[in-house]
């Protein structure tokens, strides 16, 4: 397949344009600056508000561009949080919608979010479950609803529901590493809330089995097989790094975050990866404390 990839430099992206590659695809990358070129892409496409994205001879579509979470969630961050999905999103489907129906990829791989479920405890959260309340809940419900606009023009859509990535090339596993491995970490509020992580290697294995079978449409869920407390993941990264935990955060003091960022550390997602289960998708990393290990090096 000749793959279209959005976001093809940032951590996710890097990973998945690798993916493509180890299964003999190409992938097309698409950038701001289409004069640069990315890493493993046989070429790039520009992709910014000026004009209108070529999606002319792919055969599947990925988007994965969109403002980081992290820094303060100033009122400014939220609105560029919220922006840089929807109106980006809306761009590939306006593109979707201006080409001849037989000339459109087959399917469009958008990169959601598992903030979509709210804070919702010890429930078990699959991709039935009905969406939460919160910034990252609303934010989600909107730019799902764009995706899926491509749907409604016989495009398979399937919206990927990223949990906390683990890696050593991005995200925030290198600051957690360096927080831990001087002995500063520590669980945060009461470390009873579920953390969905998933390993890079199985975000990218899980977005290319999503092109691959024709079967996937909708949510899927991409997590790992087993979430954990945050107080559990505390507790293995602290005894990966041979340091104790001994500076918990607590959740008062969270709670002074701006914007209602706090969701991000203290939000509870019991998130279950049901679809890939019942495609019987192999985990490369189904275990945490190998993830994390590969994750920093040891």
């Known amino acids: 397949m000749r793959i279209g ?18 299964h003999n695809h190409e992938a097309v990358g698409f950038s701001r600056k289409p004069d640069r070129s990315l890493p493993g892409c046989s070429e790039v496409r520009g992709f910014s508000s000026e004009s209108a994205p070529d999606l002319s001879g792919l055969d599947a579509l990925v988007h994965l561009s969109g403002e980081s979470l992290l820094g303060p969630w100033t009122a400014g961050k939220k609105e560029e949080i919220l922006n840089s999905r929807i109106r980006t999103t809306q761009r590939l489907v306006n593109a979707l919608w201006a080409m001849e129906a037989e000339q459109r990829p087959k399917v469009f791989a958008c990169a959601s979010a598992v903030g979509i479920y709210g804070d919702r405890g010890d429930d ?61 970490g520590g669980k945060l509020g009461n470390g009873k809330q579920w953390m969905p992580w998933i390993h890079i290697d199985d975000v990218a294995g899980i977005v290319q089995t999503c092109l691959d079978n024709h079967l996937i449409n909708g949510p899927v869920n991409v997590t790992g097989p087993e979430p954990v407390r945050n107080r559990e993941f505390t507790k293995t990264l602290a005894e990966v790094v041979k340091k104790p935990a001994l500076f918990p955060v607590p959740s008062p003091l969270l709670n002074l975050l701006p914007g209602g960022m706090h969701e991000m550390f203290l939000n509870s997602l019991r998130v279950d990866p049901i679809v890939m289960k019942s495609h019987s998708y192999r985990w490369n990393y189904p275990d945490l404390a190998a993830a994390i290990r590969e994750s920093i090096g040891h």
Request: hydrophobic content about 55%.
């Open 5 to 22: 990839v959005t976001g093809a430099s940032g951590f996710i992206g890097g990973a998945v344009v690798a993916e493509i590659l180890s």
């Open 124 to 184: 078990w959260l699959d991709e039935e479950a009905d969406a939460g309340f919160g910034f990252l809940a609303d934010v989600v419900k909107q730019w799902e609803a764009v995706a899926m606009k491509a749907q409604d023009m016989g495009v398979r859509t399937v919206l990927l529901r990223i949990g906390f990535v683990l890696g050593s090339d991005g995200g925030a596993m290198p600051m957690l590493e360096n927080l831990f491995s001087k002995g500063l």
